[in-house]
């Protein structure tokens, strides 16, 4: 297990990013229970994690946290799946990329914590259609800030696609993870119509559906798809995005799980997804912390 430290950490940007130049909500960062919440990102900022060189794979992921759109969390879990993509030789970029502006006045109190006796959350149904399971269709707002969470990790990819030589990474072997909102994030980036070193080589969704119509871009990179069985709209598009990928031809895995919601951890779906790498060939076989 790794002691978690990036190897570098900065900007994702050189000046202002471009779109939110006049965003003037302040960065606020709280702690709850454990995990950090960053509110109002306006300029999105990279850590930057690479394995030791004796187990380096040349394999990358730009890792997207989720979050609504409205935050962005980090805790124990993320920090269980960096050490774990190092310990299979994966360099990780973990990016803090734009979200909603809401007056720093309305955070107050933003950690409020759970009630252990609450009942499981239930989500209203919602009709999925061409895979998009975006709660907040045509909201303007909603898809501005999507747009240019989507321009972050393009310019995230575009980044190691630059400096592959210099990090040690195979161009043609840099991913993406995202989780719940970060998955959409991702899926932005799939679909772009845009060039190739800004989208992902492979793509890994922890229950982050697309948050826009689906198509299956040429080229096709495999998925490989978590989720829990009664997350509602989540389970829905990704079950959707499952059948049209199938429907194409194109490689892609499905795990839905009986867990309650937001607890799966790298414990639960790692192993396999380990293996996936491998069968891919994104990894090289007998590449795993005990090898």
């Known amino acids: 297990m790794y002691a978690l430290a990036p190897r570098e950490a900065g900007p994702l940007y050189e000046g202002p990013a471009p779109g939110s130049e006049s ?18 990102t306006s300029q999105p900022r990279y850590e930057l994690y690479l ?25 124990a ?21 734009r979200t909603r502006q809401m007056p720093a006045a309305s955070l107050d109190g933003a950690c409020r914590g759970t009630d252990p006796d ?5 989500f209203p149904p919602m009709q ?21 969470s989507t321009a972050d990790a393009q310019a995230a990819f575009a980044m190691l696609h630059r400096r592959a030589g210099e990090l040690g990474l195979d161009p043609d072997r840099i991913g993406v993870i995202g989780t719940s909102a970060g ?22 969704s922890i229950f982050g559906p697309s948050l826009q119509d689906v198509h299956v871009p040429d ?11 009664d997350h509602g709209p989540v389970t829905d598009g990704l079950l959707a995005v499952f059948s049209i990928w199938k429907a194409a031809d194109r490689k892609v895995e499905l795990h839905v799980y009986e867990v ?19 069968e891919r060939g994104i990894t090289p076989a007998n590449n795993g912390p005990d090898q």
């Open 128 to 148: 999925i259609v061409n895979g998009n399971a975006n709660p907040a269709r045509g909201d303007a707002t909603t898809n501005e800030v999507l747009r240019l």
């Open 183 to 204: 998955g959409g994030v991702a899926f932005g980036a799939m679909l772009a119509d845009a060039p190739a070193e800004t989208k992902p080589d492979f793509f890994i």
């Open 260 to 278: 309650p919601n937001f607890s799966m951890t790298v414990d639960l779906w790692g192993p396999r997804l380990f293996d996936w790498m491998q």
């Open 51 to 75: 394995p030791d060189a004796g187990r380096a794979t040349g394999a990358a992921v730009v890792m997207l946290p989720g979050g609504g759109l409205r935050v962005l969390g980090r805790g």
């Open 118 to 122: 609450a009942p499981p959350v239930r």
């Open 23 to 40: 965003w003037s909500e302040p960065r606020v960062v709280t702690v709850c229970g454990g995990s950090v919440q960053v509110f109002n």
């Open 77 to 97: 879990g993320e920090n269980a799946e960096i050490a774990a993509f190092l310990d299979h030789g994966v360099a990780v970029m973990l990016l803090e990329y």
């Open 219 to 229: 080229p096709a990179p495999p998925l490989f798809l978590v989720t829990e069985s």
